[in-house]
């Protein structure tokens, strides 16, 4: 059973704060997701990371997945009162493992003016 | 590009009766996962379909039950009702792309 470790469970930052979000498993991933989901809504997807050790950059967030891809995080740069929210990441078992995505427990992110 | 959809949003139950719920995934997508989402459980697999045919499933009770149609559109059932059935239902359609999926709103379920 793969399991998925996300920490910490909550962040309560003042606005231009930056922080950081882990994922952690003893599983390998094939591919592994961030997502963002406000209440009462769906998870919108941030981003994929395939590669080990890949960093990928979406405006003030920045993705890492570990070289063994059993581990990840999501830093965030002067945080805005926007970036509030669930963050969720999800890793992909690849194989046999269809359409399943384990997800961590969720970082609940607020971001006070 | 049309998201994914689910219908209906909201819905209430009281113990023991049964539920159907409907999402229709991004067109081209064949791939349709379900989710169960709760405060204490996270979001947890229930099962996935691509191509009419459930290929993996979570370990759910045999109350959960789905189906995928020839337009890729799904549904799932949740017969015999419990208080603990109450969550937030998602579903994620998929490409097969590097395992994307791409979530619906959700459909509220409360059961009384």
């Known amino acids: 059973t793969q399991l998925l470790e996300q920490s910490p469970q909550f962040l309560s930052i003042q606005e231009g704060e930056n922080l950081t979000v882990y994922c952690n498993s003893s599983?390998?991933?094939?591919?592994l997701q961030w997502y963002r989901q406000e209440p009462g809504e769906g998870p919108v997807l941030l981003v994929t990371?395939?590669?080990?050790?890949e960093v990928k950059k979406l405006k003030r967030l920045t993705f890492q997945f570990g070289d063994a891809r059993k581990d990840s995080s999501l830093h965030i740069t002067a945080a805005q009162p926007g970036d509030t929210g669930l963050y969720l990441c999800a890793g992909a078992g690849g194989g046999t493992s269809y359409g399943k995505l384990t997800f961590g427990q969720g970082t609940i992110l607020t971001v006070h003016p | 590009k049309a998201g994914v959809t689910q219908t209906p949003r909201y819905l209430i139950k009281t113990r023991g009766q049964q539920v159907t719920l409907s999402c229709s995934p991004i067109?081209?997508?064949?791939?349709v996962s379900w989710y169960q989402q709760t405060p204490g459980q996270g979001l947890q697999f229930l099962f996935e379909y691509f191509s009419e045919t459930q290929r993996n499933k979570g370990n759910f009770p045999g109350r959960f039950s789905g189906r995928q149609f020839s337009n890729s559109r799904s549904e799932m059932n949740v017969s015999t009702l419990e208080l603990g059935d109450s969550a937030l239902y998602l579903c994620?359609?998929?490409?097969?792309?590097?395992?994307?999926?791409?979530f619906g709103p959700g459909t509220r379920l409360t059961v009384l």
């Open positions: 990371v395939v590669t080990g050790g």
């Open positions: 067109s081209g997508h064949r791939s």
């Open positions: 994620a359609s998929s490409s097969g792309y590097n395992d994307e999926q791409f």
């Open positions: 599983s390998v991933f094939s591919s």
